[in-house]
């Protein structure tokens, strides 16, 4: 993306050409957030398992 391309208005508002090329790109980068989350989420919960469940021992 060029910064000194001024293909919208003055307000900023994107041209439907500059919107359609954005879009057909995809959604690369919610889909890297979800992974980072899922990620995260896995690892607190692998934490937990290992460091607060296992040490307790079986419960009778």
């Known amino acids: 993306m060029d910064p000194?391309?001024?293909s919208g208005d003055h307000y900023?508002?994107?041209s439907d050409d500059?919107?359609?090329r954005?879009?057909?790109q995809g959604p690369?980068?919610?889909i890297a957030v979800a992974g980072v989350a899922a990620v995260v989420v896995l690892a607190i919960?692998?934490?937990f398992y290992?460091?607060?469940f296992l040490p307790?021992?079986?419960i009778h």
Request: aromatic share 8%.
């Open 45 to 47: 919960w692998i934490g």
């Open 22 to 24: 954005i879009v057909a």
């Open 4 to 6: 000194n391309d001024h």
């Open 12 to 14: 900023g508002n994107a």
């Open 50 to 52: 290992f460091l607060v």
């Open 18 to 20: 500059e919107v359609e």
């Open 28 to 30: 690369n980068g919610a």
């Open 56 to 58: 307790r021992g079986v």
